[in-house]
């Protein structure tokens, strides 16, 4: 997979916690690799592309940060994840997505997205077929959000 | 000692959810996004506007509008959506109300499906993230044409 796919993801992941965390500190990690299935945090919130290039976009945390973020975004303080939590974070990934694929589009990609969808659990995996995926974890004083990119371009 | 409320409320501005005739305006949010709704609904009300319903889809939106037709000023139409998208619902809007005052909230990047709703008659727009200052802005403006 290109790392320049993944840079408009991250800026934009950046752009928009900075905004909805309101000015809090939000940090970059070190990016890395991960091959085959990928067991995620506890919430997941995955975003698919479909086009020039293919694959998918996860929004992987524990379930504090999951909280402690909608709690944030919502201006009060949540108590568990419900419906109003989980579609606070599918949210966030549509903002993040909707700012990283436009850059994507001005880069000359075409594709589409499907809505996001959101998972919770614990022990989950997503596993990708023949797709490596790049993991660039942020850190913002809720906890790590971890923006998970796997993409390819169509054969 | 002096408190700010023994000072007169020269400056005090008039909320602009009201109507020139005092009632307060009548908004229906159609939105698949709880979270979305909610946020829109808080600014709205919090600056004197009545939300008087809530709408999950476009067809539930459509559905609302003719319902509570002639009594409600202004939409606020979400794009996707399950069952029946934004734009459509919009369409159908206006088919029924050619005067129907709807404003679309977009994400980014959705730019060609905004300038559709507005060639079909949409009267603004939004892009999110929302925020408090924006949306009363275009509220506002919808309004008051
Ligand atoms: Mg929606």
Redesign the pocket.
């Known amino acids: 997979m290109r790392v320049e796919y993944i840079n408009p993801f991250v800026e934009a992941a950046f752009n928009v916690l900075k905004e909805v965390l309101v000015n809090s500190d939000v940090r970059r990690g070190e990016l890395y690799l991960k091959s085959a299935s990928t067991p995620v945090l506890g919430v997941a919130a995955i975003v698919g592309l479909a086009g020039d290039v293919e694959g998918r976009v996860l929004f992987d945390m524990n379930r504090d940060t999951a909280l402690a973020v909608a709690s944030v975004m919502n201006g009060e303080q949540l108590a568990t994840l419900d419906d109003l939590a989980k579609a606070t974070i599918t949210?966030l990934a549509?903002m993040i997505t909707a700012q990283a694929v436009t850059k994507l589009h001005d880069l000359g990609f075409q594709f589409d997205l499907t809505?996001p969808a959101i998972f919770t659990g614990d022990n989950m995996e997503v596993s990708d077929q023949d797709v490596e995926a790049l993991i660039v974890p942020m850190e913002t004083p809720q906890g790590k959000i971890e923006i998970n990119v796997a993409i390819r371009e169509r054969a | 000692m002096k408190t700010k409320q023994d000072f007169p409320a020269i400056n005090e501005r008039k909320p602009d959810g009201f109507r020139p005739d005092g009632a307060a305006y009548r908004v229906l949010i159609v939105?698949?996004?709880v979270f979305?709704a909610k946020q829109l609904s808080q600014i709205l009300t919090s600056e004197g506007y009545d939300v008087v319903a809530t709408s999950g889809d476009g067809q539930a939106g459509l559905d609302a509008y003719k319902e509570l037709y002639p009594n409600l000023d202004l939409v606020t139409m979400?794009?996707?959506?399950p069952k029946m998208d934004?734009i459509t619902a919009l369409e159908k809007i206006i088919e029924f109300d050619k005067n129907a005052r709807v404003i679309m909230?977009s994400?980014l990047g959705k730019q060609d499906l905004v300038k559709k709703a507005l060639v079909m008659g949409a009267r603004n727009y939004i892009v999110k993230p929302l925020d408090r200052k924006k949306v009363l802005e275009r509220v506002a403006q919808v309004l008051l044409k």
């Open positions: 949210e549509n809505p | 939105d698949d996004s979305v979400d794009i996707t959506m934004g909230i994400a």
